[in-house]
């Protein structure tokens, strides 16, 4: 990826985390990054254009946790356990004006991406799952594709405004406090032991 146009989109990714940005426009983009709307139409061929390069971006960013990390032959609860640290870090709560502005701008865009991503996370949630009954550390009467389903549901909920107003909760705790719900109910005896000995190593290291 051009080294430029990597920078333009963590800019705007940055200044949508933190509340800068109106909308996901051309001339808001210019006017937030300080970066000419002749430099800008050099990658985007449009508003719309540049919201499908973003959002794709995003999905391309969550996707890189898991090349980044070798999860060959790694027990299953660490493997979430460090997903849900990258997931804290490069993650945070995007302002609901945004979210709005986009889901009603451009509805089809918005909804491929969240299908998209809420499928890849799918699909890794019960690769995960099915890996940690046969470590052996989480229950074997688990339904491995309901279980992922419901995983879904709360992250998607984490997003509701109305459940939980963003200035009340941050993405971190309420990130954190859903995955502590769901591995606590999905681990055996043994399971439970090693996925608390672990939590508390890693809020150890994060001090």
């Not at 940005?21 to 001339?27: N, R």
């Amino acid at each position: 990826m051009d080294e430029q146009y990597h920078k333009i989109l963590e800019g705007i990714r940055e200044s949508a985390f933190n509340h800068d940005l109106v909308s996901y426009s051309i001339v808001d983009v210019s006017a937030k990054l300080n970066i000419p709307v002749d430099v800008l139409k050099q990658y985007f061929a449009s508003d719309k254009d540049l919201v499908e390069k973003v959002l794709a971006f995003e999905r391309e960013s969550f996707q890189d946790i898991f090349d980044t990390y070798n999860f060959e032959g790694v027990n299953a609860i660490d493997i979430l356990l460090t997903v849900s640290r990258e997931v804290s870090k490069r993650f945070k709560d995007v302002s609901p004006a945004l979210t709005f502005s986009l889901k009603s701008q451009y509805p089809k865009l918005y909804q491929y991406h969240i299908d998209t991503r809420m499928s890849y996370i799918f699909d890794k949630i019960k690769i995960n799952i099915m890996k940690g009954i046969g470590q052996g550390i989480y229950r074997d009467d688990l339904s491995v594709e309901l279980l992922a389903r419901l995983y879904i549901s709360r992250l998607i909920d984490l997003h509701n405004p109305d459940f939980f107003p963003p200035e009340k909760y941050s993405f971190d705790i309420l990130f954190d406090a859903m995955f502590d719900h769901f591995i606590r109910g999905i681990v055996n005896e043994e399971g439970m032991r090693y996925y608390e000995k672990s939590a508390k190593r890693l809020k150890f290291e994060n001090k």
